[in-house]
């Protein structure tokens, strides 16, 4: 199962959410801070993004206000699930 983390580097260290996010929209939407990007984690090992979901991420981050509220209705719908215990 591959899943997404939105990552980030400070200070010379690897920083990423906690979270398995589904999607990469879903995962573009927790960035907090400029210059965060999505990984792809497959078989428990990161790697970068293959050329359809790069255009995804690129898509959540640049894209029109109605796509920018699609990725954040995602990022939202993926934060019930993890409070209520189901993902």
Known sequence: MTYYLAVETDSG???GCN???RSVISAA???SSAGGYVVAVEKR???ELIDA???E???AMNGTGEQK???RRA???MLRLLRSGTM
């Open 13 to 15: 260290c690897f920083i």
């Open 69 to 71: 509220e699609k990725a």
């Open 75 to 77: 990022y939202i719908r």
């Open 45 to 47: 090992r990161l790697r």
């Open 57 to 59: 991420f690129r898509w």
């Open 29 to 31: 939407a927790c960035i």
């Open 19 to 21: 979270h398995k996010h």
């Open 53 to 55: 979901e790069d255009d």
